[in-house]
C-alpha cells in the first residue's frame, strides 16, 4: 500500500499585473476592505456601499475569483471576508489600505458599527415581543441537593448567566453559587425573570439589563475579582460578532475560572432566524474551539448534548453542542536563590 503525505490546499493568487487590473475598478477596493475588517453578508456590504445587491454580488464573485476573499453560506446568507491565504501579500496590503480609504471617505466604514448593531436588533425584537406572563413552576427538588453539593466547587464566590432569557438556568445556578448576576437586553425577559427569583427566593441573584460588554457590569464583576463561571446558553448565535463576545465573556473571568458556552452546530433551519432572531446558524466545533483560543482560554472539552436533553421548543430539533474553557492562571515565577 502506497502511503500519500496529505496536503493542505493554500489557494494561489493571481500575479501582480492580474491583481492590479482586478483592484483597478474602486468599489471593488472598498469591498474588499470592508471584508477585512469583518465578515458581512452581501446585503450588509449593499448596505454599507448604498448600492444593490447585484451589484454586490458582481464584485465579490470577481474577488472571489481571483481568490483574494473566502464566501460561505449561512442559511440563505452568503457572507464574505478576506482570504487569509491573502493576508501579507504587498499588492492586497495596498489595495485594503486604498480601500478603507475611499470607505472612510465615503462614511461606509463609519457606518459598520451601526450595522454591525443591527444584526442583534431582530432578537432582541423577538424577545421582548415572546416575553407573556407565565406561572413560575413549583419548588424544585434539586435545589437542596445542589446546594449540598455546592462545597465541592473550586470556586463558587461569582457566577455569570449571559443571555438569562426566561431565567430557567438560575435553578442551576443559584443553590452553587454565592452571587449570580442574570443579564439580559429584553426588559421584557428579565421582569419575568424578577418574577421566578421572588418566588424561589434567591437573594444572592441580581439582573443587569444591557449588554454582556457594558461598562457598568464589567465594573460590577470587577469589584467582585472577576467570576469564577461565565456561563452562556444558547447566546452566542444571537452575538453580532461572536469572536468579541467571547472575548468579553472572558474578560469577566478571574484567573481559573470557566467558561461554558452551550449552542448550536450549524444547521439549515432558517425558521431559527426569521422567527427566534436568531444571527448565525450555529458554529462549527472547530470554529468555536478558534473563539475560546483566540480569547486567551484554554478548552477543557467540547461535546454533544443528546437530543433526549433538548427541552421542548423550536429548536430542539437541531444540534446542540457545549464548550467549557479555562482562563489559565499567571505564570508563577520561580524565586532566584
Excluded at 452575538?239 to 467558561?259: D, E, I, K, S
Amino acid at each position: 500500500m502506497v502511503l500519500r503525505r496529505l496536503r493542505t490546499e493554500v489557494p494561489e493568487l493571481p500575479s501582480a499585473v492580474e491583481l492590479f487590473g482586478l483592484f483597478s475598478e474602486p468599489a471593488r477596493l472598498q469591498v474588499l476592505a470592508l471584508a477585512a475588517e469583518e465578515e458581512l453578508s452581501i446585503g450588509e456590504l449593499a448596505t454599507l456601499l448604498k448600492d444593490s445587491q447585484p451589484q454586490v454580488s458582481r464584485k465579490v464573485s470577481a474577488l472571489k475569483a481571483a481568490q483574494v476573499v473566502a464566501v460561505r453560506r449561512d442559511g440563505r446568507r452568503v457572507l464574505v471576508k478576506l482570504e487569509k491565504s491573502a493576508r501579507g501579500s504587498a499588492v492586497v496590503d495596498t489595495a485594503i489600505t486604498e480601500g478603507r480609504r475611499l470607505c472612510l471617505s465615503d462614511g461606509s466604514l463609519a457606518r459598520l458599527p451601526a450595522v454591525l448593531a443591527r444584526r442583534e436588533d431582530s432578537g432582541l425584537e423577538v424577545f421582548s415581543a415572546k416575553a407573556p406572563s407565565r406561572t413560575v413552576p413549583a419548588l424544585p427538588e434539586h435545589l437542596a441537593h445542589l446546594s449540598s453539593l455546592a462545597p465541592l466547587l473550586p470556586g463558587r464566590a461569582l457566577a455569570i448567566d449571559v443571555g438569562t432569557g426566561d431565567g430557567l438556568m438560575l435553578d442551576l445556578l443559584a443553590p452553587l453559587f454565592e452571587r449570580v448576576i442574570a443579564v439580559d437586553r429584553s426588559r421584557a425577559q428579565l421582569a419575568k425573570v424578577q418574577g421566578l427569583v421572588a418566588a424561589r427566593g434567591f437573594h444572592q441573584v441580581s439582573l443587569f439589563e444591557g449588554s454582556y460588554d457594558d461598562a457598568a457590569l464589567l465594573e460590577r464583576i470587577d469589584r467582585a475579582g472577576g467570576a469564577d463561571l461565565v456561563f452562556a446558553g444558547r447566546t452566542l448565535h444571537h452575538a453580532a460578532r461572536p469572536a468579541v463576545a467571547v472575548q468579553a465573556f472572558a474578560r469577566m473571568l478571574r484567573p481559573g475560572g470557566h467558561l461554558v458556552v452551550l449552542d448550536y452546530l450549524p444547521h439549515q433551519d432558517e425558521a431559527l432566524r426569521t422567527e427566534g432572531g436568531d444571527v448565525w446558524q450555529g458554529f462549527a466545533p472547530d470554529e468555536l474551539r478558534g473563539f475560546l483560543e483566540g480569547a486567551g482560554l484554554t478548552v477543557l472539552s467540547d461535546r454533544p448534548i443528546p437530543s433526549q436533553w433538548h427541552p421542548l421548543g423550536p429548536d430542539a430539533r437541531v444540534q446542540w453542542h457545549v464548550w467549557a474553557a479555562l482562563k489559565p492562571l499567571p505564570p508563577v515565577l520561580e524565586l532566584k536563590r
